[in-house]
Structures are given as structure tokens and as C-alpha cells.
């Protein structure tokens, strides 16, 4: 079985461009996570979507993010437009319900570099 | 004070030794995942506990639910466990992380 899938694994924009970053969770998996870690920092929580539904976006630290998850798939994150504090290491992660125990599995992440 | 607590920091080991690393939490929480996070960014899910113990080759990873404290062993280490160790914790519908533990394995 296909774990969490992320797309691009690197990728380098320069200031005030887009960049959108996907997440496949797997297949079936209701919640879909975003966290990032930026460089020497701890890895902080963006959002969570419920199938399609946003069932938290605290984290999101700004308007210029903006994540979806269109017929609760796969999920998009965009930043538009990025600025360098931006950089860092993006991780999707999905699990199939929020029973005890239900196991959350990890994409690999993409690394942004803005510059 | 940070909800997950991870120690040491940093640590540097010989090839061979045993390693540990702690991790605390202050939340109640439905599981445990230790994450591996090698130099390139990329994450590597090692286990998810909700209690007990549980062993993959040279790692083995226990939790105390009722002390709210998880270890991650290392036995045998080799340079290639170089890497940064995560402790993340599920509380409903919430994933905390700790800062994460950077090990060094030196040959």
C-alpha cells in the first residue's frame, strides 16, 4: 500500500513567487495534517482538514497560506507570495479516524527554500 | 513550558553504544510516535505506541502511560542512526511535537 506521498521534495522560489505543495494521504484516511519546521525550530502544527472540511487552522501563520482539500483526497498548500522566514521543511501526515490509537503515517516532506 | 519534552537536546555517541532519549509529555494523549528526521528534511515514522513496548532491529521504544514518559534505545549504534529524533504525541485532534533529539554517531 502507497504511504503519504508529498510533491515537490525540494524546491527553491525566489521572494514574492508561488509555490504550492501537494500531499496525497492514503487512500481512505479521512484527516490530513500540516505541520512545518522551520530551520532550528521545533515542528509546528498549520491545520487539519476532516475530509474536505478545515477542522482546525490555528496554526496557519498567515493569509498568505492557503491550504485545500478538494473531495477530500489530496491536499494542496500554497504560499503566495513567499518570503524568506518561509523556508523550511513542510510535512503532511494522515490518519484514517481520531479513535485511540489510530495511527497517523508521515509523507516525507518538501523542502522549501525561498531566496 | 513545552508540552513535549525531549532530553538530551544533542547527544554524541561511539559507534556501538547504547543510546537513549527521553521523551515527557504533559497532555493526555491517545499515542506516541517517534519520528526520524535525517539531515535532508526527510521523516521517517519509527514507531507509534499507545502502550507497552515495541521492537524494530536495533531500536526499541517504551512508554509509561501512567508516568507520561516514553525512552527511544538505540542498541549498537552505527553513524548511519545519525539523524534527528522526534517525540510527537496525538491528544484528540491535536499533534504536539518535541524539539527533537540531535544524535550523533561518530565511527
Known amino acids: 500500500e502507497a504511504g503519504v506521498t508529498q510533491f515537490p521534495s525540494h524546491s527553491v522560489i525566489e521572494k514574492g513567487q508561488t509555490v504550492t505543495l501537494r500531499c496525497d494521504p492514503i487512500?481512505?484516511?479521512?484527516?490530513l495534517y500540516w505541520y512545518r519546521r522551520v530551520m532550528g525550530k521545533e515542528i509546528k502544527f498549520l491545520l487539519h482538514?476532516?475530509?474536505?472540511?478545515?477542522?482546525?487552522e490555528s496554526g496557519m501563520p498567515n493569509n498568505r497560506f492557503l491550504a485545500e482539500r478538494t473531495g477530500g483526497t489530496y491536499s494542496t498548500l500554497k504560499v503566495q507570495p513567499a518570503e524568506l522566514e518561509d523556508s523550511g521543511v513542510y510535512f503532511c501526515?494522515?490518519?484514517?479516524?481520531?479513535?485511540?490509537?489510530?495511527?497517523?503515517?508521515f509523507g516525507q516532506g518538501t523542502r522549501l527554500t525561498v531566496v | 513550558k513545552n508540552e513535549v519534552e525531549q532530553s538530551p537536546q544533542n547527544l554524541t555517541a561511539q559507534e556501538g553504544e547504547f543510546i537513549t532519549i527521553n521523551c515527557s509529555y504533559s497532555?493526555?494523549?491517545?499515542?506516541l510516535h517517534w519520528l526520524q528526521q535525517h539531515p535532508g528534511g526527510g521523516i521517517v515514522s519509527l514507531f507509534m505506541?499507545?502502550?507497552g513496548k515495541k521492537k524494530h532491529g536495533r531500536l526499541i521504544a517504551t512508554i509509561n502511560i501512567q508516568e507520561k514518559h516514553s525512552s527511544l534505545h538505540i542498541t549498537a549504534s552505527h553513524p548511519r542512526d545519525s539523524a534527528v529524533y522526534i517525540c510527537?504525541?496525538?491528544?484528540?485532534?491535536?499533534?504536539?511535537f518535541g524539539a527533537g533529539t540531535r544524535l550523533t554517531v561518530k565511527p
Open positions: 501526515a494522515s490518519s484514517p479516524t481520531l479513535d485511540w490509537g489510530s495511527e497517523a503515517f
Open positions: 487512500s481512505g484516511h479521512d484527516n
Open positions: 482538514f476532516v475530509k474536505e472540511s478545515k477542522q482546525d
Open positions: 497532555v493526555g494523549i491517545s499515542a
Open positions: 505506541l499507545s502502550s
Open positions: 510527537a504525541v496525538q491528544s484528540n485532534n491535536d499533534m504536539r
